[in-house]
């Protein structure tokens, strides 16, 4: 069982910022690409932004210039730094990885629970 766990989510005004972060934990033997997706109210669930194991990066164009993706893989958790909030960010964000639960085993995507993030005018 792999279980991605979320936290850091909540409401913020407008050009502020929140730090998300997502751990994962059970049985992992490596894990591929992580990242984070968002679902806004009526809308489909978009990729935000990327980050491969070796560190190559992937962006959500209106997030460009103003969310930052990381990972320690040392600790299995990536992280999304978001500044500039603007009022059209507001979604629930889900955390994403690949993994892999052995050697030779094919990766298989795994979703955290999702947070909140609300952002006000």
């Known amino acids: 069982q792999v279980q991605l766990v979320e936290s850091g989510g909540g409401l913020v005004q407008a050009g502020g910022s929140l730090r998300l972060s997502c751990a994962a934990s059970g049985t992992i033997f490596s894990i591929n690409t992580m990242g984070w997706w968002r679902q806004a109210p009526g809308k489909q669930r978009e990729l935000v932004a990327t980050?491969?194991?070796?560190?190559?990066?992937n962006y959500l164009d209106p997030v460009k210039g103003r969310f930052i993706v990381s990972r320690d893989n040392t600790k299995n958790t990536v992280y999304l730094q978001m500044n500039s909030l603007k009022p059209e960010d507001t979604a629930v964000y889900y955390c994403?990885?690949?993994?892999?639960?052995?050697?030779?085993?094919?990766?298989?995507?795994?979703w955290g629970q999702g947070t909140q993030v609300t952002v006000s005018a």
């Open positions: 980050i491969s194991r070796d560190g190559r990066l």
């Open positions: 994403n990885a690949q993994v892999a639960i052995r050697d030779g085993s094919p990766y298989f995507n795994h």
